[in-house]
């Protein structure tokens, strides 16, 4: 049976490039050897290396305009530690939106001061806070673009007077943004470019070179960029995959089509969450997120039920985290409209059932 794949992550990669993936681990390319046994040094994958970095700036709309990409390890979880090593003199200003937000703050004051420049805790984040000012004297601005757990995704994001830095762990790719508004963006790669293991940074230069600190060479921006993305032997299969699906999102039309297809989805799933009786959205309505829609049972006692249809209806990664509890729909790019249906389409029986 075909199964729905709502998983918030690792999650869902399009069908096509999970194929090519599997024939590169078999053999790349016709060369008699597997993309797994050749020598990240050797022009095979110097070549898959460039063109991903390559098309990252390219789908973001940001070549030359002073921007390099790196396909770097350690998750988005060491990009919390390399801003702070990179960027953090004195003082820098966070926005408080979830536990990414709460764990990138945390990892950065180790290094100096850390302001929460706004906070949705207060309501256990269920949106985004709004009016905060941005202090021009700090050294950086940081922000999640998408808060993967609590699903409210920032809309419009403020005119930062300071250089920007953007978590976009769970929507990269998804949605049409003036990305030169930032001077940094990180996001693994495991939702919404390929398999975990690498994580994208696509950083200002120019930003670069302002801390006192002495910076251990591989979490130095700088030294990354010098060095091509290749400090250390590369994940090669996770850097290849995500260069794949780069490809796939290129063909399709870039993130303006893919934008057009994750509106529809999310339209689809939240129309049903306000129709239908028996479920309540978790995040106020303004600040919902396209990529995770989170919501619960109105009543606890269908959940048994609801749960079996969801099985036999082969949809898959629904539950909620355990700081929401409910359900959680995650909608990468990979996840077609169809499957959003068949959800939409369960939760309509439940309706007529209960
Ligand atoms: N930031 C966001 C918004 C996330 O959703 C996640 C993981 O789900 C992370 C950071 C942590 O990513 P990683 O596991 O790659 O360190």
Same mark, same amino acid.
């Given at each position: 049976m075909k199964i729905h794949n709502f998983s918030a992550g690792p999650s869902i990669l399009p069908q096509e490039v999970l194929k090519k993936a599997s024939?590169?681990?078999?053999?790349?390319?016709?060369?008699?050897?597997?993309?797994?046994e050749i020598s990240h040094r050797s022009k095979h994958f110097v070549d898959v290396m460039e063109n991903a970095r390559a098309l990252a700036l390219e789908l973001l709309g940001l070549e030359g305009k002073g921007y390099k990409a790196l396909f770097l390890q350690g998750g988005a979880s060491m990009q919390f530690v390399m801003v702070a090593l990179n960027l953090l003199e004195k003082r820098a200003g966070y926005l408080n $939106?979830? $536990?990414?937000?709460?764990?990138?703050?945390?990892?950065?004051k180790i290094y100096d001061d850390i302001h929460e420049v706004a906070s949705s805790k207060d309501a256990n984040y269920?949106?985004?806070?709004?009016?905060?000012?941005?202090p021009k004297d700090y050294d950086y601005f940081h922000?999640?673009?998408?808060?993967?757990?609590f699903g409210t995704q920032i809309k419009q994001f403020p005119d930062s007077p300071i250089p920007m830095?953007? #978590?976009?762990?769970? #929507?990269?790719?998804?949605?049409?943004?003036?990305?030169?508004?930032? #001077?940094?963006?990180?996001?693994?790669?495991?939702?919404?470019?390929?398999?975990?293991? $690498? $994580?994208?940074?696509?950083?200002?230069?120019?930003?670069?070179?302002?801390?006192?600190?002495?910076?251990?060479?591989?979490? #130095?921006?700088?030294?990354?960029?010098e060095k091509s993305s290749m400090f250390n032997t590369p994940p090669v299969f996770a850097v290849y995959t995500s260069m794949l699906t780069l490809e796939w999102l290129k063909n399709l039309g870039g993130i303006k089509a893919i934008e057009k297809v994750n509106e529809m989805k999310s339209r689809v799933i939240y129309s049903e969450i306000d129709l239908n009786p028996l479920f309540k959205g978790y995040a106020v309505k303004e600040d919902r997120s396209m990529m995770n829609a989170t919501f619960t049972l109105a009543n606890d006692d269908l959940k048994e039920t609801f749960d079996t249809m969801l099985k036999e209806a082969g949809i898959s990664g629904l539950s909620g985290h355990r700081s929401v509890g409910g359900y959680r729909a995650s909608m990468?790019?990979?996840l077609s409209l169809d499957s959003v249906k068949a959800l939409v389409e369960v939760m309509s029986e439940l309706e007529t059932k209960a």
């Open positions: 024939e590169a681990v078999i053999e790349y390319n016709n060369i008699g050897m597997s993309l797994l $939106t979830g $536990t990414w937000s709460e764990n990138a703050i945390q990892e950065a269920n949106y985004i806070p709004k009016g905060y000012s941005i922000c999640t673009s998408n808060n993967t757990i830095v953007c #978590d976009m762990s769970s #929507d990269i790719f998804s949605r049409q943004l003036d990305f030169s508004k930032f #001077d940094l963006i990180y996001a693994g790669a495991q939702k919404n470019m390929g398999p975990a293991g $690498t $994580t994208l940074v696509v950083v200002k230069e120019d930003i670069l070179g302002k801390v006192s600190r002495k910076i251990p060479s591989i979490m #130095d921006y700088k030294v990354q960029i990468y790019n990979a």
